[in-house]
């Protein structure tokens, strides 16, 4: 059974910076692009990061490029989100997801699983 755990969220001031981990079990890791997505109180969902999986191609969305930078490590199944320079705005809750393909797309549909989320909140 596929599973997502996230973690690494909570208060952060503005500029600061956070680490969000993904654990992934329950399915071959390095075969499917991740990303993580975030949903802000009151809107959609926005599409942060995402990487290919063997780690060869990334997106990022233009509110964070240049500030958010995601990795993984496909022998310990996690991929990451390095967030710095962090601005009010990316105050959400944090999804990180399994493309049902090898690259991460920007559809929901294309995915097979989520976690439960991590809360980031930046505020002074």
């Known amino acids: 059974q596929e599973h997502l755990v996230e973690s690494g969220g909570g208060l952060a001031q503005p500029g600061g910076s956070l680490r969000l981990t993904c654990a992934a079990s329950g399915f071959t890791f390095s075969n499917y692009g991740m990303s993580w997505a975030r949903r802000a109180p009151g809107k959609g969902l926005e599409w942060v990061s995402g990487i290919q999986n063997d780690g060869s191609d990334t997106y990022y969305a233009d509110s964070v490029k240049g500030r958010f930078t995601i990795s993984r490590d496909n022998a310990k199944n996690t991929v990451y989100l390095q967030m710095n320079s962090l601005k009010p705005e990316d105050t959400a809750l944090y999804y990180c997801?399994?493309?049902?393909?090898?690259?991460?797309?920007?559809?929901?549909?294309?995915?097979?699983?989520w976690g439960q989320g991590t809360q980031v909140t930046v505020s002074s």
């Open positions: 997801a399994k493309s049902i393909f090898m690259r991460a797309t920007q559809e929901e549909y294309e995915y097979s699983s």
